[in-house]
């Protein structure tokens, strides 16, 4: 019997010492939680659906458009990949972080880097597309991660989506960068 094809979403946590360069502690994981707005955006995009979803202020909208995802720039935390501080278990309906963590040097804040993202590619028996951003720690304590996801924005570049929100634990110290990565893999 042939295998049937899936989607997978892979995310990884690597946190590098940024005195040193070398990588301090590597953590992966399977996402479990695509979440309600991430099917939703692939009804309008497939379909032209006018769906109504919850954007990350809380606010229903009206999605009649997607805009492409764009490459976020350094010190943008509205969307693409973000982190959180946030316990709570995942749900369906998310349609944020819980606690996201702002971009800044401050107390409790972490310098959102530019996003950066591999093409799709045939990787073995694969095809995966990968997205990464680094974090890093200038706030002269440890802040701890305990959430990750994806924001993508919509057509107006005003409203924002929550796609992905996975719970994993990874501190960071004073002087370091965690890169954040999810990749996206089909497999026939």
Request: aromatic share 8%; hydrophobic share 35%; net charge positive.
């Amino acid at each position: 019997m042939k295998a049937t094809s899936n989607i997978q979403i892979l995310w990884k946590i690597q946190v590098k010492d940024d005195k040193t360069g070398k990588i301090v502690s590597t953590k992966k994981g399977k996402s479990k939680s695509l979440v309600l707005q991430f099917l939703q955006h692939i009804q309008v995009i497939l379909f032209q659906a006018n769906v109504t979803m919850k954007d990350t202020g809380g606010t229903n909208r009206s999605e009649p458009t997607v805009a492409p995802y764009g490459q976020p720039i350094a010190g943008d935390a509205t969307y693409g990949i973000v982190v959180g501080t946030g316990t709570t278990a995942v749900g369906n309906t998310d349609n944020k972080l819980t606690t996201q963590i702002a971009h800044g040097s401050g107390a409790a804040q972490l310098n959102y880097g530019a996003e950066s993202q591999v093409a799709a590619q045939v990787v073995g028996a694969n095809v995966d597309y990968t997205h990464s951003r680094t974090f890093q720690n200038l706030s002269g304590a440890t802040i701890t991660i305990t959430e990750i996801g994806m924001y993508v924005k919509d057509s107006t570049n005003t409203w924002y989506f929550c796609w992905i929100h996975d719970l994993a634990t990874q501190a960071v110290l004073n002087n370091q960068t965690a890169t954040v990565t999810y990749t996206f893999r089909t497999t026939v």
